[in-house]
């Protein structure tokens, strides 16, 4: 049986087994933490949102 896929940005989501565990969509393999388990989309997203705001928050480099 092939899982279905729900795609969001860079990440798709399976129903059936592996569901609630962010995947990627090039390679279609699960997503880890950094202690090396599979991610849930909400920790992907929550750490991608922390990501986002350093970024947002460091000094512009244009002269």
């Known amino acids: 049986m092939v899982p279905s896929t729900r795609v969001r940005g860079g990440v798709a989501g399976w129903a059936g ?14 997503l880890l933490d950094q ?13 991608w949102l922390q990501k986002a705001e350093l970024i947002a928050h460091q000094p512009s480099t244009n002269a």
């Open 35 to 47: 202690a090396g388990r599979p991610a849930t989309f909400t920790h992907w997203y929550i750490e």
């Open 17 to 30: 087994v592996g569901a609630g565990e962010a995947w990627s969509r090039t390679d279609l393999v699960p």
